[in-house]
């Protein structure tokens, strides 16, 4: 096996012509053998084979530097890098990551996740080589998909700039997670299919050869200017124009070509692009077929591209995606809004049935914020469904833009709390805090589904800025008994005792009815309470807990700084000194990737971790004084 010999970064330049064609094939062969048992990202990486090898042959590694944009397509170049045997672990608790990470091999130069930010990141890197008078090679490759993120924008801006060597690929397979949107697009649409270039002459041509006695003269200047020549025979004049130099479009699978375009780039003293056609999910039929379902996937049968885990409940997507369709029936005034997102977020059914009341942006969340505002203003109601960590993107727009005008813009936050193998970058811990700290912004975490469903309905009634955060995968079904109308700022009493009170939100009211059984198992009286807003939260409540009890614990699948548990600890304090406190919350840390049982154990925030705090911390003393003060009475 050829990919065998492949243990570091300069071995694939040892490889002969025919060796390469084969090497690319069983990289193929090895990313669907081992994704399939895994999961991870697969059709975004099959699509970037070639292109990585041509990388890898083009330049020295790691000394030459490659930016990965989002990184979810970086497989290759792990694998090229000498990272193979690490394959088993993709994505697991404690094993590789599936994006890159500095701290896990030198050759990879910058960590991603989020999209858009390949070409910010390398040029900074190739600022950083300039100042420090260092040579070596800076490039960013990223997706067509991410190119409709504006930071993009901003860097290409900047980039334009440079006066020395800076590379971006484009890497172009015409979709994004689904099919990608907007003029971007379009354009480079024209320029792969040669429509662009090729029509726009013609076009040109016949419209100035139609006018009497000068046309014919007037195409003959125009071609003889330098300039007009290139407007009308190069493609990208776009960047071109910008000051970019634009190379391509390149055949993406064909690595003679990719070699030699990449060399043309490095040899210009100031930045260039090369555009680079690539087949999402290339060498296999189903991810061909299907590359939207193949983008990121569970495990799957390779013999028929089949998912392995049957879903069996309904997730809090779905029934998000449900209710909206339901609430959107009967309110013409509702919208929806995407950041390239339809699937993951559940708006597709909305797409279908509302197609002229459906907005995805590209993956541009400021703007898909910012433009929810000015529909808000204008006098609809918008429904941003989007990942709670992509939304940390949109922050000033949910500021500046929707919270300072009160505008009535619902933030349906998908994957709140702990996602699992995506890591780091995706985990959703932080905007229960970065939400609550937005005047006028109104934060609510349902316990169960059928809490979903009752808090959407709210929260398109309540006329001004309202996020409902829920977690990745099924919804919670249990408590179904306890569904009392939402009230705006109120919580939810369920069980009510006395002694110990655990006063959750969210995902984290489930893992308070299991640490109550097992303290009313040790003979503890317990009371759970829902906490439902976590903005403003229900002062009553507390009010009404510290009477009975000793110790109030909150709990919430978010960091500590900045959350529901410190907000709920300050106003105890303030008012109820006596009271003892205990947050259950995640610590000031980055979440890593993982099985999320498994981090959430970890973390301390499952039910036996709870319990094992409660009694070190409280309960083994608690239980002590009681014992002394029996002993000393008789
Ligand atoms: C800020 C942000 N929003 C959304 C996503 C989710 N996301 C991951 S990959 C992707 C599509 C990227 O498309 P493209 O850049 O064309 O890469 P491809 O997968 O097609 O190779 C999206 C929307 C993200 N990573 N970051």
Same mark, same amino acid.
Do not use: C, F, Q
């Given at each position: 096996m050829i990919l065998e010999l492949i243990n570091g970064p300069e071995d694939i330049k040892r490889l002969t012509k025919q060796e390469l064609d084969i090497l690319g094939q069983e990289i193929r062969d090895f990313l669907v053998e081992k994704i399939s048992v895994t999961g991870g990202h697969l059709a975004s990486n099959l699509g970037v084979v070639e292109l990585t090898m041509a990388i890898y042959l083009t330049f020295d590694l790691p000394k030459d530097k490659v930016i990965w944009d989002v990184g979810h397509q970086s497989y290759t170049h792990k694998i090229l890098s000498g990272r193979r045997e690490e394959f088993d672990d993709l994505r697991q608790y404690g094993g590789m990551s599936g994006f890159p990470k500095r701290k896990e091999s030198p050759c990879d130069s910058f960590d991603t996740g989020h999209s858009s930010t390949s070409v910010s990141a390398g040029l900074g890197l190739a600022q950083a080589r300039d100042v420090l008078g260092e040579n070596h090679s800076v490039v960013s490759v990223i997706g067509d998909g991410a190119l409709t993120g504006g930071m993009a924008y901003e860097a290409l801006n900047n980039a334009a700039r440079m006066k020395k060597n800076f590379i971006i690929i484009l890497n172009d397979n015409n979709m994004s997670i689904s099919e990608n949107v907007g003029g971007m697009s379009t354009y480079l649409n024209s320029i792969r299919t040669g429509e662009g270039y090729l029509g726009l002459k013609k076009h040109v041509t016949s419209i100035l050869s139609r006018i009497p006695a000068v046309g014919d003269q007037l195409i003959e200047k125009i071609s003889r200017t330098k300039n007009g020549i290139k407007q009308l025979l190069i493609p990208g004049m776009l960047f071109e124009n910008m000051g970019i130099t634009y190379l391509g479009p390149v055949d993406g699978h064909n690595i003679k070509a990719l070699s030699r375009a990449l060399n043309d780039a490095r040899k210009l003293d100031h930045t260039v692009l090369v555009h680079v056609i690539t087949q999402k999910g290339r060498g296999y039929a189903p991810a061909e077929n299907n590359p939207s379902k193949f983008h990121g996937v569970e495990p799957f049968d390779i013999l028929t591209g089949e998912f392995k885990k049957e879903k069996k409940n309904p997730s809090y997507t779905d029934v998000f995606s449900k209710t909206i369709c339901r609430l959107a029936k009967e309110d013409k005034t509702i919208v929806a809004v995407t950041a390239a997102m339809p699937d993951g977020t559940g708006l597709k059914r909305f797409a279908r049935a509302f197609p002229s009341r459906f907005f995805d942006v590209g993956i541009a969340e400021e703007h898909g914020v910012t433009s929810a505002a000015g529909m808000a203003a204008g006098g609809l109601k918008p429904v941003v469904a989007v990942y709670s960590s992509f939304l940390q993107r949109g922050y000033d727009q949910i500021l500046h833009d929707v919270c300072i005008q009160n505008l009535p813009v619902v933030f349906a936050v998908d994957r709140a709390g702990l996602v699992g193998s995506d890591g780091e970058t995706h985990q959703g811990i932080f905007d229960l805090s970065f939400l609550s700290a937005i005047p006028n912004m109104s934060v609510f975490a349902p316990k169960n589904l059928w809490e979903l469903i009752d808090g959407l309905e709210f929260a398109l009634s309540y006329g001004g800025p309202f996020a409902l955060r829920y977690p990745r995968g099924e919804a919670y079904k249990g408590l179904k008994e306890f569904r009392a109308p939402i009230e705006f700022g109120k919580g939810e009493m369920l069980y009510e005792e006395s @002694?110990?009170?655990?006063?959750?939100?969210? #995902?984290?009211? #489930?893992? %308070?009815? *299991?640490?109550?059984?097992?303290?009313?198992?040790?003979?503890?009286s317990c009371t759970l309470a829902n906490g439902r807003f976590v903005k403003p939260f229900d002062k009553g409540m507390v009010d009404r807990l510290v009477k009975k009890h000793w110790l109030i614990v909150t709990m919430e699948e978010n960091v500590l700084q900045g959350g529901y548990g410190l907000a709920v600890t300050g106003y105890i304090h303030e008012h109820y000194? *006596?009271?003892?406190?205990?947050?259950?919350?995640?610590? @000031? #840390?980055?979440?890593? *990737?993982?099985?999320? #049982?498994?981090?959430?154990? %970890?973390l301390g925030i499952d039910s036996d971790s709870v319990m094992w705090r409660l009694k070190k911390e409280y309960l083994d003393t608690e239980r002590q004084n009681a014992e002394w003060k029996e002993m000393q009475k008789r």
């Open positions: @002694d110990i009170a655990l006063l959750a939100v969210g #995902s984290m009211v #489930s893992t %308070g009815e *299991h640490v109550r059984e097992k303290l009313k198992a040790e003979g503890w000194p *006596h009271v003892k406190v205990m947050n259950i919350a995640l610590p @000031d #840390s980055y979440v890593e *990737h993982g099985n999320v #049982s498994l981090l959430r154990k %970890g």
